[in-house]
């Protein structure tokens, strides 16, 4: 089992940066393809990135393609989201997640939740 903790969320002006993390419990993280969500007031929760065990592959929504990063560091047990030239529609909570097996992009392939963090992009 895996706990997951995100952190960084806060209030910022659009164009601006931050970074989000993700800590989590167990020894077994390395072996998690790590995702992150997130999801606006009255939307569905939506696929951000994902990183897969090593580190070597990762993916993005189209959305966030070339403004965000996705790392993870394994021996630290943590992930992280590197989100620059933020925009005011990137309001939302943000959610790392741990993947249990099927569509990567899918919430329903990850098992494993952290209880969010709030990034919200004034305009």
């Known amino acids: 089992q895996v706990q997951l903790v995100e952190s960084g969320g806060t209030l910022v002006q659009a164009g601006g940066s931050l970074r989000l993390s993700c800590a989590a419990s167990g020894r077994t993280f390395s072996s998690y393809v790590m995702g992150w969500f997130r999801q606006a007031p009255g939307k569905e929760r939506e696929f951000v990135a994902c990183i897969y065990r090593s580190g070597g592959r990762t993916y993005y929504a189209d959305s966030v393609k070339g403004r965000f990063t996705i790392s993870r560091d394994n021996a630290k047990n943590t992930v992280y989201l590197q989100m620059n030239s933020l925009k005011p529609e990137d309001t939302a909570v943000y959610y790392c997640?741990?993947?249990?097996?099927?569509?990567?992009?899918?919430?329903?392939?990850?098992?494993?939740w952290g209880q969010g963090t709030q990034v919200t992009v004034s305009s």
């Open positions: 997640a741990a993947q249990n097996g099927g569509p990567i992009t899918t919430p329903q392939s990850y098992a494993y």
